[in-house]
């Protein structure tokens, strides 16, 4: 399948995703400012959502997406990733890092110090 058609399946099931969660989404007329989606929050605060599609895992446990370009512009609120395999969402605050690494299981050396684990990120971050 083409990139882009997973990219528009990942598009289509976080909508499907925030309406199901409430919210009201805006859509770019055209993508070129690195800005998916706009999200209205409950409490009217406006976030500006990236979306990334991952339909299969770099290493063994964790969903990994490069984010370096997004890094330094001041452009994305929120990261928002579907992993295709078990359609699932994670809706990560960009804190202005290279990359998000969410486990989704215990590694094999079972290190959970400082680890995000994919199922902390199900629900649209409401800061402010």
């Known amino acids: 399948m083409h990139s882009m058609m997973k990219g528009k399946m990942g598009e ?3 909508r499907r995703d925030l309406l199901s969660q409430g919210y ?3 859509l770019p007329e055209v993508d070129v400012t690195q ?3 706009i999200v209205e929050t409950s409490i009217f605060a406006i976030k500006r959502v990236q979306i990334k599609t991952v339909t299969k895992l770099r290493r063994g446990t964790a969903v990994e997406v ?11 609120d929120v990261v928002a990733i579907y992993y295709e395999p078990k ?3 994670a ?4 804190e202005n890092t290279h990359a998000i690494s969410l486990a989704l299981a215990t590694g094999k050396n079972n290190q959970t110090k400082n680890r995000k684990w ?4 199900e629900r649209f971050p409401e800061f402010a």
């Open 118 to 121: 994919f199922y902390s990120y």
């Open 24 to 26: 009201n989404f805006y």
């Open 66 to 76: 490069d984010t370096t370009k997004y890094k330094d512009k001041n452009r994305v």
């Open 35 to 37: 800005v998916d989606m």
């Open 12 to 14: 289509l099931a976080i």
């Open 87 to 89: 359609d699932i969402i």
């Open 91 to 94: 809706y990560v605050p960009y």
